[in-house]
């Protein structure tokens, strides 16, 4: 009994050293700074501010191999690719490659190639153990097929994955169009990650309507608890500039248009796209690259009425006459 009280006593008095030893490392014993930095390749703790290694023989975690490119971090890395959100397993599952050749590049006969072809389509077809993950993978499929149409970063399809999940997993979904609450999903991912999207050009490359998308938004944000700030025109003006080539004194321009304008509240309750391209047309005037309420309306996708009434407010709103 005796032993084994001392024992744990000992354990403990260990395990308070290791603590204070781990707690010492946090500050640098020389200058007493906190701007420690680790370099990976020699393994050591180094204090930023005086030089000194505080630490070394450090556990290198990475690989036992060097790259120095892509390439051969390619050629030497023994892993597969991460998981991913945006396939319905995650990217956990074999896939079959579609060359017919086999591991040393060379072609395989006609009667492999056949047998090669059995396997592929039943493969493709036991990944989907039932209707639910089908769905999952159609809806996915969706999303990804309309982020490539709209150019979106890979980031905004990994997050319109996540919410898609999010709405099948509180069973949001029943009762309406997969389609829509996919196209819902992405559009809520746009404005998520600060690279908004105008319900007019998501509904272009979906199936589904405009007025359908807005009301599935709406009712999935609202559910789901998704905390959405009011999109900055400001976010717009770049996109809609470089395609009407406007050069970036314009792009600066219309910048200052909205900051100025929307500090005097002009703003609230206006839709960013009309106030975005309203802003636009008025510094192309400015800087003497004039173009038509048409050009301006048809890039921004909204009515040349919107444009004249948001530019009459602003111009007013800023003192320009004429």
Same mark, same amino acid.
């Given at each position: 009994?005796?032993?084994?009280?001392?024992?744990?006593?000992?354990?403990?008095?260990?395990?308070?050293?290791? /603590?204070?030893? +781990?707690?010492?490392?946090?500050?640098?014993? !020389?200058?007493?700074?906190?701007?420690?930095?680790?370099?990976?390749?020699?393994?050591?703790?180094?204090? /930023?501010?005086?030089?000194?290694?505080?630490?070394?023989?450090?556990?290198?975690?990475?690989?036992?191999?060097?790259?120095?490119?892509?390439?051969?971090?390619?050629?030497?890395?023994?892993?597969?690719?991460?998981?991913?959100?945006?396939?319905? /397993?995650?990217?956990?599952?074999?896939?079959?490659?579609?060359? /017919?050749?086999?591991?040393?590049?060379?072609?395989?006969?006609?009667?492999?190639?056949?047998?090669?072809?059995?396997?592929?389509?039943?493969?493709? @077809?036991?990944?989907?153990?039932?209707?639910? !993950? @089908?769905?999952?993978?159609?809806?996915?499929?969706?999303?990804?097929?309309?982020?490539?149409?709209?150019?979106?970063?890979?980031?905004?399809?990994?997050?319109?994955?996540?919410?898609?999940?999010?709405?099948?997993?509180?069973?949001?979904?029943?009762?309406?169009?997969?389609?829509?609450?996919?196209?819902?999903?992405?559009?809520?991912?746009?404005?998520?990650?600060?690279?908004?999207?105008?319900?007019?050009?998501?509904?272009?490359?979906?199936?589904?309507?405009?007025?359908?998308?807005?009301?599935?938004? @709406?009712?999935?944000?609202?559910?789901?608890?998704?905390?959405?700030?009011?999109?900055?025109?400001?976010?717009?003006?770049?996109?809609?500039?470089?395609?009407?080539?406007?050069? +970036?004194?314009?792009?600066?321009?219309?910048?200052?248009?909205?900051?100025?304008?929307? !500090?005097?509240?002009?703003?609230?309750?206006?839709?960013?796209?009309?106030?975005?391209?309203?802003?636009?047309?008025?510094?192309?005037?400015?800087?003497?690259?004039?173009?038509?309420?048409?050009?301006?309306?048809?890039?921004?996708?909204?009515?040349?009425?919107?444009?004249?009434?948001?530019?009459?407010?602003?111009? !007013?709103?800023?003192?320009?006459?004429?």
């Amino acid at each position: 009994m005796t032993r084994s009280t001392r024992q744990r006593e000992r354990e403990r008095e260990s395990q308070t050293e290791t /603590d204070q030893e +781990e707690d010492e490392i946090h500050d640098c014993p !020389e200058c007493g700074s906190d701007n420690l930095v680790k370099d990976a390749d020699r393994g050591e703790l180094i204090c /930023d501010d005086c030089g000194l290694v505080v630490e070394e023989g450090n556990i290198d975690p990475g690989p036992e191999w060097r790259a120095f490119n892509h390439q051969e971090r390619q050629q030497k890395s023994r892993v597969g690719a991460p998981t991913t959100q945006t396939m319905h /397993d995650k990217g956990l599952t074999t896939t079959i490659d579609w060359k /017919d050749k086999d591991a040393y590049g060379r072609s395989i006969s006609s009667k492999k190639r056949s047998q090669m072809h059995r396997l592929r389509k039943w493969q493709e @077809r036991i990944r989907t153990k039932d209707a639910g !993950e @089908r769905n999952l993978q159609f809806a996915l499929s969706e999303i990804d097929r309309m982020a490539s149409a709209l150019g979106v970063p890979r980031s905004v399809r990994e997050v319109a994955s996540v919410i898609y999940r999010r709405a099948l997993d509180d069973d949001l979904i029943r009762g309406r169009s997969i389609e829509g609450v996919a196209t819902a999903a992405l559009y809520a991912a746009c404005r998520k990650e600060g690279i908004p999207r105008s319900l007019e050009e998501i509904s272009d490359v979906s199936r589904v309507e405009r007025k359908e998308i807005g009301r599935t938004y @709406r009712y999935i944000s609202q559910e789901l608890g998704l905390e959405m700030e009011p999109v900055d025109p400001k976010k717009y003006v770049p996109r809609f500039c470089s395609e009407l080539q406007l050069s +970036e004194e314009v792009q600066t321009k219309a910048n200052e248009i909205i900051e100025e304008t929307a !500090e005097q509240g002009l703003l609230s309750g206006k839709s960013p796209t009309g106030y975005a391209a309203a802003a636009i047309y008025a510094a192309s005037l400015l800087c003497n690259e004039k173009k038509t309420q048409r050009e301006v309306a048809d890039v921004a996708q909204v009515t040349e009425v919107t444009i004249r009434n948001r530019y009459q407010e602003q111009i !007013e709103a800023m003192g320009i006459h004429g």
